[in-house]
């Protein structure tokens, strides 16, 4: 009963290195989210994607890409990681339509030096 | 730019007590709230999920809704130290084809004390 798995954990990057944030779920969600959580800013959304084969922008979307690489699997990428996005990352799943309630991973901690 | 706004706390409450904890938001078309709750890194588990107006009740937790007001609260009784947790408010996105995308408030630290 894993629900929805995140790797890495924590991750230490050099300003202008890149890395891919992985994500997976098996609860057979159709929907999947980034997340970004900074400090006395709540939960942000950097990308979503609606259902496989589908992604969109949400609300700081700037420096990252994603993939919906099949249902389960949906991936975060920094081409070129600075430390403005040093956070704490969220995968989170739900089903679509009316049933919007999110369900999240383990997270991951980044640091950019 | 949607807003979901929570009172900033921290709160402090005694065990026993009843911890109420606010949120408005700025979308009035905004079907579904939830409350999550987030303990020092780890994730946010959701704890409560309303949709019509009016209170849900589930164990010592209640939501209320008030969409005229715009405004979700959730109230715990008999709180516990176990609930000092970081409470999360989130709200659906109403526009166009949603798909659940959610926007969360800033958050509020509660502290049961004992």
């Known amino acids: 009963n894993a629900g929805v798995t995140q790797t890495p954990k924590f991750q230490v990057l050099k300003t202008g290195q890149s890395m891919t944030l992985q994500c997976a779920q098996d609860?057979?969600?159709?929907?999947m989210y980034w997340y970004r959580q900074d400090p006395g800013m709540g939960l942000r959304l950097i990308y979503y994607s609606a259902s496989e084969g589908t992604t969109d922008k949400g609300e700081v979307p700037n420096g990252y890409n994603v993939s919906r690489l099949n249902k389960r699997e949906f991936s975060l990428r920094l081409e070129s990681a600075a430390p403005s996005q040093t956070s704490v990352y969220f995968c989170a799943s739900s089903l679509q339509g009316d049933v919007t309630e999110a369900f999240f991973g383990q997270g991951t901690r980044l640091t950019v030096v | 730019q949607k807003e979901v706004e929570q009172n900033s706390g921290p709160l402090s409450v005694p065990e026993g007590a009843i911890a109420s904890l606010n949120c408005t938001y700025s979308?009035?078309?905004?079907?579904?709230f939830f409350w999550y709750r987030q303990y020092s890194g780890k994730s946010p588990e959701l704890i409560m999920s309303i949709y019509s107006n009016g209170d849900k009740e589930d164990g010592r937790f209640t939501a209320q809704l008030n969409k005229a007001s715009q405004y979700v609260s959730l109230l715990i009784r008999d709180s516990q130290p176990s609930d000092s947790a970081t409470y999360l408010c989130?709200?659906?996105?109403?526009?166009?084809?949603?798909?659940?995308?959610?926007?969360f408030g800033q958050g509020t630290i509660l502290t049961v004390h004992p």
């Open positions: 609860m057979n969600h159709n929907s």
């Open positions: 979308d009035r078309g905004s079907q579904s």
């Open positions: 989130a709200v659906n996105d109403a526009g166009g084809t949603s798909y659940g995308k959610l926007t």
